[in-house]
């Protein structure tokens, strides 16, 4: 597919344009300059470098070339249809087009990266440049420098002499090969045209300009990228601002915030977790496992271990509980997520005593008759619990279906309704049924102060 781009009023049309940029930056505006490869405008696509590491991208992806990448890296730049980045161990990814090798990954190391149109140029430590990709007109010649940064243009590069005076080689047909006295902090080459940074903020131009890219902007600003028929730069707050061609959307300013990537910054938070217990586990009183918080962090390390509280249960220890483990942070400053997690605590109950059978056995019972439910508890250890004051008993309708066999209640008492403790955990309590359960079936629920989960049920069926 070709694109038409009308520059200086004269039509190009290419099958491959490119554009790239790099930079290096500034600052008048800011303590320390702001690396090269933060913001990168190309062809008809930009890309931008989060302060995680990880790099967004908008406008044309019709090759993949504006594919988001999680990272993390230091330094991004794009090209007519492909990008690279640059990680911190100096070693360079790319994506994209590959026609002529110019998205070959690299080892390095290198301290710098510029791609355009099929090139790919980047900067050594010594501050010379390696080129890899279409050479065509000279544009991806090897250069021994040294150079303080580097910028691959359409079909021409340029990169800055420590006194910041640009040197270019390549095709120089409107005047975007020409060298410049500077000085500049930091550059950037396109299609047709450069851009300069000066070391007050403020972007120069020079090249054709047929979509307004080429308009010198007073800034301040930290870094430049001069695209295809567009310019971008980076603020100082680390939003983005564009100007001239915007057929796909790619000179659209952007809020950000953008910036460096700093792998020696934590910038992850630690990570808390309740050890012990698990969520929606049921314990039995006497075996509960000792609850506790975890704080783990593998960037700066932990400066303050996450707290724990427990809250829910009743004075017998049994019952619904939460297990929070929170204030976790770790050097950086980052604080800890929040951690909790549910569980129940409940006693040892072996079932209901004679006369009562236990589900799923249907017990047929007199209505109007006070029947004793009878039962033991225990913790864990098998140790009797003595100290139980309250019981609720609930009943629900049921089908009276619903048992496997019937069997009948021939025990009913006279004692009192309400609970009584028997000795060594045995306890009873005396169910009065009314006269209305006649010819009705019946579910009988005890809660003895643990979960609803842990509700013990009989099952009854009533007659005359």
Not at 116 to 122: K, S
Not at 174 to 179: L, S
Not at 362 to 373: C, D, E, S, T, Y
Not at 416 to 437: A, F, M, R, V
């Amino acid at each position: 597919m070709k694109t038409k781009f009308f520059i200086n009023g004269i039509q190009f049309v290419t099958a491959v344009i490119l554009l790239l940029m790099s930079f290096t930056v500034s600052a008048a505006q800011a303590d320390e300059p702001v690396p090269d490869g933060i913001i990168s405008a190309g062809n008809i696509h930009t890309c931008a470098l989060k302060l995680d590491g990880s790099i967004d991208c908008w406008g044309l992806n019709n090759f993949g070339q504006a594919e988001d990448q999680s990272g993390p890296y230091i330094q991004v730049d794009t090209g007519f249809a492909h990008t690279c980045a640059l990680n911190p161990n100096g070693s360079v990814d790319c994506w994209g087009v590959n026609s002529y090798g110019q998205t070959d990954d690299q080892p390095g190391p290198y301290t710098q990266i510029s791609t355009n149109q099929a090139h790919t140029c980047a900067l050594t430590p010594t501050g010379a440049v390696d080129c890899w990709g279409a050479n065509d007109s000279g544009a991806a010649t090897d250069q021994p420098g040294p150079y303080t940064q580097l910028s691959a243009g359409y079909r021409h590069t340029c990169a800055l002499l420590p006194t910041g005076a640009v040197d270019c080689w390549g095709w120089n047909d409107v005047g975007q090969a020409a060298d410049q006295p500077g000085p500049y902090t930091q550059l950037s080459a396109g299609y047709s045209h450069n851009c300069g940074l000066t070391p007050s903020g403020a972007v120069d131009c020079w090249g054709a300009d047929g979509s307004g890219m080429v308009t010198d902007q007073p800034g301040p600003y930290t870094q430049v990228s001069a695209g295809a028929l567009y310019t971008c730069a980076l603020t100082p707050t680390g939003a983005v601002d564009c100007w001239g061609h915007n057929e796909y959307g790619q000179s659209e300013d952007q809020p950000g915030p953008y910036g460096p990537y700093d792998p020696g910054i934590d910038t992850i938070p630690p990570v808390v977790s309740v050890t012990g217990v698990t969520e929606g586990s049921t314990y039995v009183l006497g075996a509960v496992p000792q609850a506790g918080c975890s704080t783990t962090d593998n960037g700066s390390g932990v400066a303050v271990e996450a707290s724990f509280s427990l809250s829910g249960g009743n004075a017998l220890g049994v019952g619904s509980f939460t297990a929070t483990c929170s204030g976790a942070l770790d050097n950086a400053g980052n604080p800890g997520n929040t951690a909790i997690v549910h569980y129940n605590v409940s006693f040892l109950f072996t079932g209901f005593a004679s006369p009562v059978d236990n589900a799923p056995v249907m017990n047929i019972a007199k209505a109007g008759q006070v029947i004793p439910l009878k039962w033991r508890l225990t913790d864990a250890n098998g140790s009797p619990i003595t100290n139980l004051t309250d019981v609720t008993v609930t009943t629900t309708s049921l089908s009276c279906g619903a048992g496997t066999t019937g069997d009948l209640i021939e025990e009913y008492t006279g004692g009192d309704l309400g609970l009584q403790h028997l000795g060594d955990g045995y306890y009873q309590w005396n169910w009065k049924t009314p006269s209305s359960y006649a010819n009705s079936c019946k579910t009988v629920s005890l809660n003895l102060g643990e979960s609803a989960a842990s509700e013990h049920t009989a099952l009854f069926q009533f007659r005359r």
